[in-house]
């Protein structure tokens, strides 16, 4: 394992931290040849279709604020890419969001059959928490942090699981700010702040460290979901790679729902702000979660 060299440009940064999340996923996961094959095959169909690896390049960044010569921390980061990945395989099944496109490609259960989607979602959850107790280098202690740390943000109390329901019972129901925080500080917030939080922790962060990239997770993750919302209602299917205009076709609660449009986009440019100013104690350290954040807030799609 090595870290990847210093790049000027966000485009090569981001190309270079990718293949390494990507090698780490190849390392972890099982081999499409291995048996079952049609799981595994299932699993890497999934992985593997090009997503943009946010939560994994957060934490790499996060690690790297607190040591920046740290090395491996993308073994530990994969395993967030492996939880994002089973929640949108479940998320695409017909008892969910009923959806058959996902970064472009006909979604999973689409390709390999209702069955075999639920337990390649179920198989990712478990070889993340596996991967999570082998970590290389890395002590009993911390190696115990991370798995709480993503088993919490994952989970029913306040988790990524605890988000999805309150979303399905949410369709149809009159959009509330309350509701929608509810939601979205689960839904999607916990696992981002819990990126941050895991790459400090891999890195052996102080309080007073993690607390800062706490808060910093908090902000960007709110800032994530705003302009998600707001790309379903701007962006087309194909720019999206998913399909676009299902949240107001469900009745879902969203921030435009209950915001409207514009002041969504002004919310979401004060969580930028606000992500920024947490890590003022970093300093140029930091430039990378900046930029990542910046990137958040930016993306169309």
Known sequence: M????????????????????DRALNRWLPPEAAEPETLHKAIRYSIFAGGKR????????AARVIQPEILGSEDAACTLEMIHTYSLIHDDLPAMDDDDLRRGRPTNHIVFGEAMAILAGDALCTIAFQTLARLPHTSADARLALIDELATASGTIGGMIAGQVHDIEGEGQPPTAKLLDQIHHAKTGALLRASV????????????????????????????????????????????????GKDAAQQKVTFPAVHGLAKSKEMAAQERAAAHAALDEFGPRAARLRQLADLIVERQK
């Open 2 to 21: 090595s870290s990847p060299q210093p790049v000027s440009h966000l485009e090569e940064y981001l190309a270079a931290e990718q293949v390494l999340v």
């Open 197 to 244: 939080r895991m790459g400090a922790i891999y890195a052996g962060a102080n309080a007073a460290q993690l607390d800062a990239l706490t808060r910093f997770g908090e902000h960007m993750g709110l800032a994530f979901q705003i302009v998600d919302d707001i790309l379903d209602i701007e962006q087309s299917s194909d720019a999206l790679g998913k399909t676009a």
């Open 54 to 61: 946010i939560r994994p390049l957060l934490a790499m960044a």
